[in-house]
Protein backbone atom coordinates (compact mmCIF):
# COMPACT_ATOMS: atom_id res chain seq x y z
CA UNK A 1 0.00 0.00 0.00
CA UNK A 2 1.42 3.30 -0.79
CA UNK A 3 1.27 4.70 2.48
CA UNK A 4 2.28 8.46 1.19
CA UNK A 5 -0.81 8.46 -1.33
CA UNK A 6 -3.30 7.55 0.85
CA UNK A 7 -2.73 10.13 3.12
CA UNK A 8 -2.90 12.46 0.62
CA UNK A 9 -5.94 11.54 -0.17
CA UNK A 10 -6.86 11.36 3.72
CA UNK A 11 -6.19 15.19 4.01
CA UNK A 12 -8.01 15.81 1.08
CA UNK A 13 -11.33 13.75 2.54
CA UNK A 14 -10.48 15.39 6.37
CA UNK A 15 -10.82 18.59 4.86
CA UNK A 16 -12.73 21.14 7.72
CA UNK A 17 -13.12 18.49 10.18
CA UNK A 18 -9.96 19.12 11.85
CA UNK A 19 -11.47 22.21 13.01
CA UNK A 20 -12.96 20.34 15.83
CA UNK A 21 -8.99 20.29 17.17
CA UNK A 22 -8.93 23.83 17.86
CA UNK A 23 -11.72 26.72 19.55
CA UNK A 24 -13.32 28.64 17.05
CA UNK A 25 -11.20 31.63 17.55
CA UNK A 26 -8.21 29.99 16.13
CA UNK A 27 -9.60 27.34 13.39
CA UNK A 28 -8.14 29.96 10.54
CA UNK A 29 -4.87 29.05 11.62
CA UNK A 30 -4.71 24.84 11.24
CA UNK A 31 -0.93 24.11 10.67
CA UNK A 32 -0.48 21.44 8.20
CA UNK A 33 0.93 19.59 10.78
CA UNK A 34 -2.59 19.31 12.36
CA UNK A 35 -4.38 18.22 9.41
CA UNK A 36 -1.83 15.32 8.42
CA UNK A 37 -2.38 14.27 11.90
CA UNK A 38 -6.15 14.39 11.50
CA UNK A 39 -5.82 12.87 8.43
CA UNK A 40 -3.24 10.70 9.91
CA UNK A 41 -5.43 8.82 13.35
CA UNK A 42 -8.20 8.41 10.85
CA UNK A 43 -6.49 6.45 8.77
CA UNK A 44 -5.12 4.64 11.86
CA UNK A 45 -8.32 4.51 13.77
CA UNK A 46 -9.97 2.95 10.24
CA UNK A 47 -7.60 0.08 10.25
CA UNK A 48 -7.49 -0.56 13.73
CA UNK A 49 -10.29 -3.26 14.03
CA UNK A 50 -8.24 -5.31 11.81
CA UNK A 51 -4.36 -4.47 12.21
CA UNK A 52 -2.54 -4.68 15.31
CA UNK A 53 -0.19 -2.03 15.68
CA UNK A 54 1.96 -4.15 18.45
CA UNK A 55 3.60 -5.93 15.42
CA UNK A 56 5.32 -2.73 14.27
CA UNK A 57 7.59 -2.80 16.81
CA UNK A 58 7.60 -1.34 20.49
CA UNK A 59 8.76 2.49 19.26
CA UNK A 60 6.26 2.44 16.24
CA UNK A 61 3.54 0.95 18.18
CA UNK A 62 3.99 3.56 21.13
CA UNK A 63 4.20 6.55 18.78
CA UNK A 64 1.18 5.32 16.76
CA UNK A 65 -1.23 4.86 19.61
CA UNK A 66 0.04 7.84 21.00
CA UNK A 67 -1.08 9.64 18.26
CA UNK A 68 -4.50 8.28 18.79
CA UNK A 69 -4.96 9.16 22.20
CA UNK A 70 -3.66 12.89 21.79
CA UNK A 71 -6.11 13.27 19.02
CA UNK A 72 -8.83 11.87 21.60
CA UNK A 73 -8.18 13.61 23.89
CA UNK A 74 -7.32 16.38 22.37
CA UNK A 75 -4.27 16.98 24.39
CA UNK A 76 -1.21 17.79 23.15
CA UNK A 77 -2.37 16.60 19.35
CA UNK A 78 0.01 19.67 17.48
CA UNK A 79 2.96 18.95 19.77
CA UNK A 80 2.72 14.75 19.45
CA UNK A 81 2.15 15.39 15.31
CA UNK A 82 5.52 17.23 15.50
CA UNK A 83 7.49 14.27 17.69
CA UNK A 84 10.08 12.94 15.60
CA UNK A 85 9.71 9.57 14.47
CA UNK A 86 5.49 9.68 14.16
CA UNK A 87 5.46 10.50 11.09
CA UNK A 88 8.01 7.11 10.11
CA UNK A 89 5.95 5.06 12.56
CA UNK A 90 2.17 6.04 10.85
CA UNK A 91 4.17 5.09 7.47
CA UNK A 92 5.03 2.18 8.74
CA UNK A 93 1.64 1.24 9.92
CA UNK A 94 -0.12 2.38 6.25
CA UNK A 95 2.56 0.21 4.52
CA UNK A 96 1.99 -2.61 6.79
CA UNK A 97 -1.97 -2.87 6.08
CA UNK A 98 -3.02 -6.29 4.92
CA UNK A 99 -3.41 -6.01 0.63
CA UNK A 100 -7.02 -7.45 0.79
CA UNK A 101 -9.61 -5.46 3.08
CA UNK A 102 -12.40 -7.48 2.96
CA UNK A 103 -16.21 -5.75 3.48
CA UNK A 104 -16.33 -7.04 6.97
CA UNK A 105 -13.23 -5.35 7.83
CA UNK A 106 -14.06 -2.19 5.69
CA UNK A 107 -17.38 -2.20 8.08
CA UNK A 108 -15.87 -2.73 11.12
CA UNK A 109 -13.06 -0.16 10.21
CA UNK A 110 -16.27 2.40 9.12
CA UNK A 111 -18.00 1.84 13.03
CA UNK A 112 -14.71 2.32 14.46
CA UNK A 113 -14.03 5.61 12.99
CA UNK A 114 -17.56 7.16 12.67
CA UNK A 115 -17.46 6.39 16.38
CA UNK A 116 -14.07 7.82 17.14
CA UNK A 117 -14.89 11.45 14.77
CA UNK A 118 -18.00 11.49 16.95
CA UNK A 119 -16.08 10.98 20.46
CA UNK A 120 -13.87 14.09 19.52
CA UNK A 121 -16.73 16.40 17.95
CA UNK A 122 -17.48 15.56 14.83
CA UNK A 123 -21.31 15.39 13.68
CA UNK A 124 -22.69 12.04 13.03
CA UNK A 125 -23.42 13.43 9.27
CA UNK A 126 -20.14 14.25 9.02
CA UNK A 127 -18.49 11.35 10.80
CA UNK A 128 -20.33 9.23 8.38
CA UNK A 129 -19.31 10.71 5.40
CA UNK A 130 -16.01 11.34 6.52
CA UNK A 131 -15.48 7.39 7.15
CA UNK A 132 -16.42 6.18 3.85
CA UNK A 133 -14.49 8.42 2.34
CA UNK A 134 -11.79 6.78 4.53
CA UNK A 135 -12.87 3.63 4.04
CA UNK A 136 -13.07 4.11 -0.23
CA UNK A 137 -9.01 5.45 0.02
CA UNK A 138 -8.00 2.53 2.04
CA UNK A 139 -9.79 -0.54 0.20
CA UNK A 140 -9.16 0.57 -3.04
CA UNK A 141 -5.33 1.23 -2.34
CA UNK A 142 -5.08 -1.97 -0.27
CA UNK A 143 -6.65 -4.27 -3.54
CA UNK A 144 -4.40 -1.89 -5.95
CA UNK A 145 -1.27 -3.54 -4.07
CA UNK A 146 -2.49 -6.86 -3.73
CA UNK A 147 -2.92 -6.44 -7.55
CA UNK A 148 0.70 -5.64 -7.92
CA UNK A 149 2.27 -8.16 -5.97
CA UNK A 150 0.81 -11.03 -7.82
Known amino acids: ?38 ASACLLEFVKPFFDFKGL ?34 L ?14 SKKGVENLTSALKQIGVNEQDAAVLADKIKNAVAPAANTAAAKKS
Open 1 to 38: MDAEELLTQAKRAVGQNAYVMYPPTKRPLIPEAVVWGF
Open 57 to 90: GEVANKHVTGLLQAWRDKASFEEHCRTEGVDAAV
Open 92 to 105: AALEAVPNNVTSDQ
